[in-house]
């Protein structure tokens, strides 16, 4: 007597495909080696000692800085120009915190299991990891910063350097994973890009240039 066909989904399991397999190593190297890298998730890891500096760069990541920060430089300039600048900038902040907060709810994905929730000022969706935030940030104002404001060189490799800075942290504090911080420097570098073709001037949104 034949035997009864094994369900579909457990034929799955026995026959796991190439690809399945292939992400699945993926993504226990990347929890292996975040967690590796996490040498400041605790004052007792291995550079706990540094962990009070690498919070303060994880502040300088924050969206809450920043747009507050932005909003008073707007409300404060009398230079159309700077006032173009800024009003553009809030824009590409508040479109970062909002694709962030879309994805997250999306994925879920929960943070690290060896992370410390004592992060500055979270939200409700802030408990997910996929994608860091702080890294989408970092990208994004680096590009935007390069490309609008006229630096010299020292002060545009500190822009850069700050990113980096800011990203590499987030898995050395235990926040996130390492392709967390990955998707979210290529998110930040995407959403430059829709800044870029959505730009706000007088000619395109005058509206919003008269409230100031």
Known sequence: RRAAPLPEEDCMKLNPSFVGIALS??????????????????????????????????VSGHGIPWVLGTAYGLWHTDSPAAREVLLNLLFALLLDLLMVAVVKGLVKRPRPTHNKMDMFVTISVDKYSF?????????????????????????????????????????????HNMTDVLFGLLLGYAL??????????????PALFALW
């Open 25 to 58: 190593s993926l993504l226990a190297i990347d929890l292996w080696a975040s967690k590796r890298l996490g040498v400041c998730a605790g004052e007792g890891s291995a550079w706990g000692s540094a962990r009070p500096l690498m919070k303060v760069i994880e």
């Open 131 to 175: 994608p860091s935030g702080h890294a989408t940030r970092a990208a994004l104002v680096c590009r935007f910063v390069l490309r609008h404001l006229v630096l010299a060189v020292p002060l545009r490799v500190l822009v850069v350097l700050w990113a980096l800075i800011v990203s590499v942290s987030r898995v050395m504090l235990g926040r």
């Open 192 to 205: 430059y890009g829709v800044v870029e073709h959505c730009w706000l001037s007088p000619a395109t949104a």
